[in-house]
């Protein structure tokens, strides 16, 4: 098993431009997340979906938009890219009714707009 | 809201404990968390606690969970140097599966 994939796992992008980041996971999980990480911030919730089908906003969801395709691949879309997204973007994965509520997390997107 | 609170840096010699800590305020929380995350890597689950429990040990690692002070730590036993790592607490409501992390506590082990 694969666990968690994202690509790609470098980008710099130019103020404006657009670009989606992609994830998926093998481990058959329904809720998966998309976070980024900031130094002194820790990870913040950008968007998550509870189950196929579903999206919800998180904590900070200005700026960005997903798509949950299908149960495996839940894709994070920044529509005009600006300097304060320049981050360390992190999608997870978990299976709601675990046993501890794990999450799983891909090895990070570094992002870099200039 | 939720909100969890960390040190940002904590160093240590080899073969030193180390102990980490953790403040969070959601008092309806249930599992409380410790994650790491390697350099260049994503978090992995380091522990976890249900918030009925008061420690759990797990080898090398202790956590202790003070629910009146929402106090939660981590003690690693004879702190290696493969222990460098930044360490994130996080809590998450019963039934629930979002989970909110703290800012992570940047781990220095010195040879």
């Known amino acids: 098993n694969a666990g968690v994939t994202q690509t790609p796992k470098f980008q710099v992008l130019k103020t404006g431009q657009s670009m989606t980041l992609q994830c998926a996971q093998d481990m058959n999980h329904n809720s998966m997340y998309w976070y980024r990480q900031d130094p002194g911030m820790g990870l913040r919730l950008i968007y998550y979906s509870a189950s196929e089908g579903t999206t919800d906003k998180g904590e900070v969801p200005n700026g960005y938009n997903v798509s949950r395709l299908n149960k495996r691949e839940f894709s994070l879309r920044l529509e005009s890219a600006a300097p304060s997204q320049t981050s360390v973007y992190f999608c997870?994965?978990?299976?709601?009714?675990?046993?501890?509520?794990?999450?799983?997390f891909g090895p990070g997107t570094r992002l870099t707009v200039t | 809201g939720e909100d969890v609170e960390q040190s940002l840096f904590l160093s240590v010699r080899e073969g030193d404990s180390s102990v980490i800590n953790c403040t969070y305020t959601d008092s309806s929380s249930t599992y409380l968390y410790w994650y790491k995350q390697e350099p260049g890597a994503g978090l992995q689950l380091l522990t976890y606690?249900?918030?009925?429990?008061d420690m759990k040990q797990d080898q090398r690692l202790t956590v202790l969970l003070n629910k009146k002070d929402k106090h939660l730590s981590l003690r690693i036993a004879d702190t290696q140097t493969g222990d460098s790592a930044i360490y994130f607490c996080?809590?998450?409501?019963?039934?629930?599966?979002?989970?909110?992390f703290g800012t992570g506590t940047k781990l220095q082990v010195i040879p």
């Open positions: 606690i249900f918030s009925n429990m």
């Open positions: 997870a994965s978990s299976e709601p009714g675990g046993v501890s509520y794990e999450q799983y």
């Open positions: 996080a809590e998450s409501p019963g039934g629930y599966q979002k989970v909110t």
